[in-house]
């Protein structure tokens, strides 16, 4: 498979592999597959994979490491109570003393020298036992890791660092000037603790219960024998917890109607690297460098709209779409579409020129608008009505929507006048008596999508009616709070909230009525409540999040909330609720610091082969690095919304 860039989707190997070459270039690779726990040598596997072939970029398949663990059967027991597993204690300055000393053994095992033995280890050092993983990377390549049984730290941080340079001989001859080009990434694994396996839970359930991804490790024990992998691992592969864990069951030889009985364990480790450079040691969670709980300031917010806008610029290509998807574990952009979230950024890229008269965002705005707009249609029969089509027939209405939507708050909004108004009349014909939206155009028929669509469709609508009021719209929407209402109160959904509520929340501004202004508020309420904060989620990275399809698990989704947040607090403002108020305000500035969270920045690209094609994207999840176009834009126009919300005219 192929995208438009040209580049070859490669299928998702499931252990870790290293090249058995040094040489880093464009080709089909052999590789060694390395079982190992503390140097012991357990199994060696060989394969072939077909890279993808880029000029200006390198592609290696770098993933889940397997190692085995040699814990005997009975060694844990899983208890009534759950405990959490200890998180390794370890400072910054002792970080940096592990970082000096794993290079200075790598050093000298190069030189051929005797083992370095410090001679001052910090006290807090001295008590600490863990076992260590140390990763030599070169511009986000994996060249070698290496895992030092437990036993001091410092000793294992040197068995871990020599165990490394042993794996980059089977590839290359080491040298000082590489040394030197060297990322080193340490991991200090804490103690495994059994997470419960309670009776008639799924080992899926339970994983989805007491496994953190990207904060806890996972072993996984059957008949005396055991696998692991690192909490690093699942963010730094983009493979799910339990696809990893299948992955180890299979290596063990358990089948599928074997898997609940495996004793699982997690636990959690200190995770950092030094820079090859400038030696600066740069600490992670979840991969992440957390924000601050004061981060969202109009500087910061204004440098992430920037950081976003010129990223999706970047992915646009010379057809005037956007590259979908990319995966930066794998280096590869996938081949996947979607046409009502490449009709969605094109909205994005048209406000953020009208918000800054950035003249190349408005090209970028353009490109896309004329691909959607050269398969405009008029409606047999009705008059001055049209709809976009798309190729594949299906005509959703989510499409026209949002190109109506663009169109409304394009910088030359007089330019596109005429044929959003035919976008207009294409959508209200789309409206039944009860209120309700059909959500495909002709030859298509569909009522799908309820979720989405019309909520779509009503934005776009509001949007026109703020330039060009008309009773056709001023009835169209006293028909839909009829319909959409009763709707969301039989069938809440996450999903439904933020287009309902930008589009009324606009309508009420308008009309001034109260019926519109207590759905937005109803309906922001409800989905406020599953908001993250310290009251409720011990991962401060978390915190602003909106859990709202799992307990405690929150991604992407909450930037297309907080566009609709940003629209409750004006809205709150406006009509004088000032518990509302100080409510939202909060509700959009925490919302707004996840967001921000989610943005890749570059110091968190350690692992990526190809960072420009990363940098200031937003993640699908904290340890779930998929680029989707549509989370950008989500988060661009979001990101925006909140700047003028919370900070105005404010230079």
């Known amino acids: 498979m192929s995208n438009e860039k040209g580049l070859r989707v490669v299928p998702f190997p499931p252990f870790c592999i290293q090249p058995s070459s040094d040489r880093l270039e464009s080709r089909s690779h052999s590789f060694n597959i390395r079982l190992e726990w503390g140097g012991c040598l357990s199994g060696t596997r060989r394969t072939t994979i077909l890279v993808p072939m880029r000029a200006h970029k390198v592609l290696s398949v770098v993933c889940l490491t397997v190692l085995t663990v040699l814990t005997a059967a009975g060694a844990a027991r899983c208890d009534d109570k759950i405990a959490e597993p200890p998180l390794p204690d370890i400072s910054d300055p002792q970080r940096r003393f592990l970082s000096a000393l794993a290079r200075r053994t790598i050093r000298d095992d190069i030189l051929g020298r005797p083992a370095y033995e410090p001679t001052y280890i910090p006290k807090a050092l001295q008590m600490l036992e863990a076992d260590v993983v140390v990763r030599l990377r070169q511009r986000g390549f994996l060249r070698a890791a290496g895992v030092g049984a437990p036993a001091p730290v410092t000793t294992a941080t040197r068995e871990a660092a020599r165990a490394a340079v042993n794996s980059l001989r089977g590839s290359s001859s080491p040298d000082l000037e590489l040394l030197s080009r060297l990322l080193i990434e340490i991991e200090v694994n804490g103690r495994p603790v059994p997470i419960p396996s309670a009776e008639g839970s799924s080992w899926r359930r339970r994983l989805n219960m007491f496994v953190e991804p990207g904060v806890h490790g996972v072993v996984v024990v059957s008949a005396g024998d055991a696998r692991r992998f690192c909490p690093t691992e699942i963010f730094t592969s983009d493979i799910l917890v339990p696809d990893a864990v299948e992955a180890l069951a299979k290596d063990m030889a358990v089948g599928s109607s074997q898997m609940d009985r495996l004793r699982i364990l997690r636990f959690r480790t200190a995770h ?207 028909a839909a709070i009829k319909f959409y209402r009763d709707y969301f109160r039989d069938r809440r959904s996450p999903a439904f909230v933020p287009w309902q509520v930008q589009a009324f929340a606009e309508m009420a501004r308008q009309s001034k009525r109260r019926d519109y202004v207590d759905y937005v508020f109803e309906m922001t309420d409800w989905l406020a409540e599953k908001q993250l904060d310290r009251s409720n989620c011990p991962y401060p990275e978390m915190w602003g999040g909106v859990a709202s399809y799992s307990p405690g698990r929150a991604g992407v989704s909450t930037a297309s909330y907080l566009e609709g947040f940003t629209d409750a607090l004006a809205l709150a403002r406006r009509v004088g609720d000032k518990e509302r108020q100080a409510r939202y305000q909060r509700l959009v500035s925490s919302a707004a610091r996840f967001v921000m969270q989610l943005q890749f920045r570059p110091e968190e690209a350690y692992f990526v082969r190809s960072p420009q094609d990363a940098v200031g994207g937003i993640r699908t999840s904290p340890s779930l690095n998929l680029l989707r176009i549509d989370h950008c834009q989500h988060a661009l126009v979001a990101l925006i919304k909140t700047r003028q919300v919370l900070f105005g005219d404010e230079d």
């Open 272 to 478: 950092w690297y030094e820079e090859a450079q400038s030696r600066r040691i740069v600490s992670l969670t979840r991969g992440l460098t957390p924000l601050p709980e004061d981060v969202v300031t109009r500087r910061n917010v204004d440098e992430a709209i920037l950081a976003l806008a010129k990223y999706m610029m970047y992915r646009q290509l010379p057809s005037g779409m956007f590259s979908y998807q990319y995966e930066p574990a794998r280096d590869v952009y996938t081949d996947d579409n979607n046409l009502v979230r490449q009709a969605g950024s094109a909205v994005a890229m048209a406000l953020y020129a009208a918000h800054l008269g950035d003249d190349d965002a408005l090209r970028s705005a353009n490109r896309a608008l004329e691909v959607f707009l050269h398969n405009a249609e008029d409606i047999p029969g009705e008059k001055e009505a049209a709809f976009v089509g798309t190729a594949d027939g299906r005509n959703k209405l989510g499409v026209t929507a949002m190109i109506c939507l663009a169109l409304a708050r394009h910088r030359q909004v007089d330019r596109y006048a005429p044929v959003r108004r035919k976008l207009v009349n294409g959508i209200l014909w789309l409206q039944r008596p009860s209120g309700m939206f059909i959500t495909a155009f002709p030859p298509a028929q569909s009522i799908a999508a309820q979720n989405y669509f019309p909520g779509e469709a009503l934005l776009a609508l509001a949007a026109h009616y703020k330039l060009e009021p008309s009773s056709r719209v001023n009835e169209a929407f006293g």
